[in-house]
């Protein structure tokens, strides 16, 4: 059973950057590409926000980027914002397997 | 533009079955894969399984198999999500989201506004 783990939380002061690890059991990261990360408000939808390892959709802030390092894929944001506050979930899928969300990672601004 | 439309919050006793129901418009039904997703209070996402729009084929992830169950109706571009045997600990938010996918990888692209089922004892 394939697994990704991200830290529970992270925090950081605004203007700062932060990075969000999501680090998987097997293959699901070492093909950095199948990474896609969502952005979820308490109470809200889910948003795609990072695709393909490191794509940013059409509308969200090149402040998000996305990469890759050993195991681990990264969401990083850069410029921290009061509206950054809100948890993050990784998910590796490649057609030939089923996806799998990260547990999820709180994130406070200071 | 691309839309999914669930349906509403819904209220069941432990041991009933639930429906809750995924209309799509702004893009062509059968083109993207329907997957279903639920989030427990204060949890993280699930992924339960997906639908085929223009096969019907399902795939669900092995602890739902058995009491889930994935259909759609063509005919109104709209996906559905049956889960029986409630137990209170089903209570979540369930989600559609459309799936898109490029050389391989694939993402979910478009989500529903999410379909609270609440379980009592």
């Known amino acids: 059973q394939s697994a990704l783990t991200q830290p529970a939380s992270v925090s950081g002061s605004p203007g700062q950057s932060i990075t969000i690890s999501c680090t998987g059991t097997?293959?699901?990261?070492?093909?950095?590409?199948?990474v896609s990360w969502y952005q979820q408000y308490p109470g809200k939808v889910p948003k795609l926000i990072i695709y393909?390892?490191?794509t940013r959709p059409s509308g969200v802030s090149n402040r998000f980027s996305g990469s890759k390092s050993g195991n681990s894929a990264s969401l990083t944001i850069s410029g921290l914002q009061s509206e950054d506050e809100a948890d993050y979930y990784c998910?590796?899928?490649?057609?030939?397997?089923?996806?799998?969300f990260g547990g999820g990672t709180k994130l406070t601004v200071l | 533009q691309v839309h999914l439309e669930q349906s509403g919050a819904e209220v069941k006793k432990a041991g009933a079955s639930v429906k809750v129901s995924c209309k799509t418009s702004?893009?062509?039904?059968?083109?993207?894969?329907l997957h279903w997703v639920r989030q427990a209070p204060g949890q993280g996402l699930e992924w339960m399984g997906w639908?085929?729009?223009?096969?019907?084929?399902?795939n669900y992830a092995q602890r739902f198999q058995g009491w889930v169950t994935m259909t759609r109706d063509k005919s109104i571009s709209t996906a559905y999500m049956e889960l029986s045997s409630l137990k209170s600990d089903d209570t979540a938010v369930y989600y559609c989201?459309?799936?898109?996918?490029?050389?391989?990888?694939?993402?979910?692209?478009?989500w529903g506004q999410g379909t609270l089922v609440t379980v009592s004892s």
């Open positions: 639908i085929n729009p223009n096969s019907g084929r399902t």
């Open positions: 702004g893009y062509l039904f059968g083109g993207h894969f």
């Open positions: 989201a459309r799936i898109n996918c490029a050389g391989g990888v694939c993402w979910f692209d478009y």
């Open positions: 393909e390892g490191s």
């Open positions: 097997g293959s699901e990261v070492e093909t950095y590409n199948l």
């Open positions: 998910c590796s899928y490649a057609t030939i397997t089923t996806p799998f």
